[in-house]
């Protein structure tokens, strides 16, 4: 059976394209309901738009307007977001890119459906900065590899959920930051579908 996929991004979508890609292909069988993005500018809104894929602009900001403590904002958001995802009835919520930590408002809804994608080898270099970090530590202490790895979100732990597929990206001698960064996107892509697919038990 055909898996239903939601997406969240909040830039390019490169990853989201992969996925598209992937299902125009016949690699992954499934379809992507929907786009969710938190800023206006991602171009992953243009990607869904270009495939005739629904896509919603979400923001993060009229939540943390009516809530003065942070974390309520957050809560608010997360059970908004929710809601409306609920309604795809998704097998799996894909967060490609998505720049926002989720709170038990929003994952306890979708247990065992939410996976991301993390730019570095389970373990290592956790945040927003892992390629910029592992290419730090290449040139201040010799660092051989890094990779990528996808994983399960059950919880608030920052790219430390169980993991669903990883694969190492070594860092050659002639390579630069942007030849590195290059390389871990070619890899992401390959390894999201796959892990999307075993996931959702699509051949």
């Known amino acids: 059976m055909t898996g239903r996929l939601v997406v969240l991004a909040s830039g390019s ?80 919520i894909v967060l490609a890119g998505w720049m926002h930590i989720f709170t038990s408002a929003f994952l306890d809804q979708f247990a065992g459906k939410v996976i991301n994608l993390h730019p570095a080898l389970p373990g290592t270099f956790p945040g ?15 660092l051989e590899r890094t990779g990528v790895m996808i994983h399960l979100v059950p919880d608030e732990g920052l ?15 002639d390579d630069t930051r942007e030849s590195l960064e290059q390389r871990i996107h070619d890899l992401e892509h390959e390894l999201l579908v796959s892990a999307v697919a075993d996931l959702i038990g699509a051949p």
Do not use: C, M
Request: net charge negative; proline share 6%; glycine share 8%.
């Open 13 to 92: 979508g490169s990853n989201l394209q992969a996925l598209i890609d992937a299902i125009a292909g016949g690699r992954l069988d499934a379809s992507i309901e929907a786009v969710y993005v938190n800023r206006r500018s991602a171009y992953a809104r243009e990607r869904a738009d270009d495939h005739g894929i629904p896509q919603n602009f979400v923001p993060l900001g009229p939540f943390r307007d009516a809530y003065a403590e942070p974390r309520k904002a957050r809560e608010a958001y997360d059970t908004a977001l929710a809601g409306r995802i609920a309604e795809h009835r998704p097998d799996a």
């Open 128 to 142: 927003a900065n892992a390629i910029d970090d592992a290419w730090a530590a290449h040139q201040t202490s010799g």
């Open 159 to 173: 790219d430390d959920g169980p993991v669903l597929a990883s694969a190492a990206v070594p860092i050659r001698s």
